[in-house]
């Protein structure tokens, strides 16, 4: 079976060259005519932060307002979410917007970056109903970007196909 290809995004807490990550959601890339292929199939991860824990740094405030995930909200400790999420990966690609966010994860998986121009997480209205179940916010909410990020790259690889494909 060949290795998959998944979308991952992530929210946190960030200070300069740290991420303290919050919510973390994987979704495959793949086709309904895709063995095994379940476009619903995600991953959906709230992470402990007891690093920040008693930290306080400038941003802090309006990262929460932001994606509304408390400092000492989460499920997983960090190690178990790159762990199993590795384990669903195994040698597949991920593919993740932002050069940050993927230069972050390159030590735990093959990443690939996105283009910057692929989509505007803030000018999307669309898959309000795919949010996690926590409900902490709409427009910052991982699952939803991942989501997001998989129909703006068949999109834009549909249109790159028609363009080449003449």
Avoid at 73 to 80: I, K, L
Avoid at 112 to 135: A, N, R, Y
């Amino acid at each position: 079976m060949a290795a998959r290809t998944w979308f991952l995004d992530f929210e946190g807490y960030t200070e300069p060259g740290k991420y303290w990550v919050k919510e973390l959601c994987i979704l495959p890339y793949g086709k309904p005519e895709d063995a095994g292929f379940d476009q619903d199939e995600h991953y959906n991860y709230f992470v402990k932060s007891d690093g920040l824990k008693g930290k306080r740094f400038g941003p802090q405030s309006w990262q929460l307002r932001r994606h509304g995930l408390e400092v000492y909200f989460g499920d997983y400790e960090y190690d178990e979410v790159i762990r199993d999420v590795q384990i669903k990966v195994g040698n597949g690609k991920v593919l993740v917007k932002g050069r940050e966010k993927a230069n972050f994860l390159k030590p735990w998986f093959n990443v690939e970056e996105l283009p910057e121009h692929l989509c505007t997480f803030k000018k999307c209205q669309g898959f309000m109903d795919k949010c996690c179940q926590v409900k902490h916010g709409k427009e910052f909410c991982a699952k939803r970007k991942c989501y997001i990020l998989r129909d703006a790259y068949e999109r834009y690889n549909n249109q790159a196909c028609k363009l080449t494909c003449k």
